[in-house]
Nanobody
């Protein structure tokens, strides 16, 4: 199983980058996919996840409104559209996958990518 994030980098405050998570090595359609992030000195936090069966999406309350998750099963890719970024959004962003949505919600999905750094400058 491989998950490869891309799309991070240095962004100005107010910017709207889109992260991608390219998956391989498993049946993508069967897996729920989630985005997490970890800021320096802080615990990892969940952002959003998208279910495999029907594409239903879930967001952490603090992430609703500025982040949008989507998936393209034909490309084995999940996206995270981020809008109106703030310096406090600076973090390493990870995608993760699991057959069990419950494990994702609990913050313990089976598979993780290496992460992509997003740095928001003021």
């Amino acid at each position: 199983v491989q998950l490869a994030e891309s799309g991070g980098g240095l962004v100005q405050a107010g910017g709207s980058p889109r992260l991608s998570c390219a998956a391989s090595g498993f049946i993508f359609d069967d897996y729920a996919i989630a985005w997490f992030r970890q800021a320096p000195g802080k615990e990892r936090e969940g952002i959003s996840c998208i279910r495999s069966t029907d594409g239903e999406t879930y967001y952490a309350p603090s992430m609703k409104g500025r982040f949008t998750i989507s998936r393209d099963n034909a490309k084995n890719t999940v996206y995270l559209q981020m809008n109106s970024l703030k310096p406090e959004d600076t973090a390493v962003y990870y995608c993760s996958a699991d057959l069990s949505l419950a494990r994702i919600v609990s913050g313990t999905p089976s598979y993780w990518g290496q992460g992509t750094q997003v740095t928001v400058s003021s």
